[in-house]
């Protein structure tokens, strides 16, 4: 994370924008630091079948307007645009689904692999 943070100060830099990236990474330096001995994700206090349960709900939510939109663009009440964007950004949920399903059982058969 922080050097996504120094990627993105020394973009601004490279725009003229210095001294607000400066200020921001130094801020975010400074919140890491004064909390030690955690670790950035325990910072916000959530876990990670937390972050999974939100992520899998907004997939459904995404899957469940795309398919409201789809039935409305067939009545006539709203525009195609609004029903590809929509459709589109449920795609790309179900997409991310399915990546995260096949690491996960990649990492399955990796410890199945394992010798005891």
């Not at 079948?49 to 067939?74: H, I, P, R, Y």
């Not at 929509?86 to 995260?100: E, F, H, P």
Request: cysteine-free.
């Amino acid at each position: 994370m922080i050097d996504a943070i120094k990627n993105v100060a020394s973009l601004a830099m490279t725009r003229g924008l210095g001294s607000i990236a400066t200020d921001e990474t130094s801020a975010a330096s400074s919140a890491i630091a004064s909390t030690p001995g955690t670790s950035p994700g325990a910072a916000g206090g959530t876990s990670f079948s937390s972050v999974m349960t939100s992520m899998a709900g907004d997939m459904v939510n995404n899957l469940k307007q795309a398919e409201s939109a789809s039935f409305a663009g067939m009545k006539g009440t709203m525009g195609t645009r609004e029903v590809v964007d929509a459709v589109m950004q449920a795609d790309q949920s179900l997409q991310t689904a399915i990546a995260l399903r096949d690491k996960v059982v990649s990492a399955f058969l990796d410890i199945t692999k394992m010798q005891i």
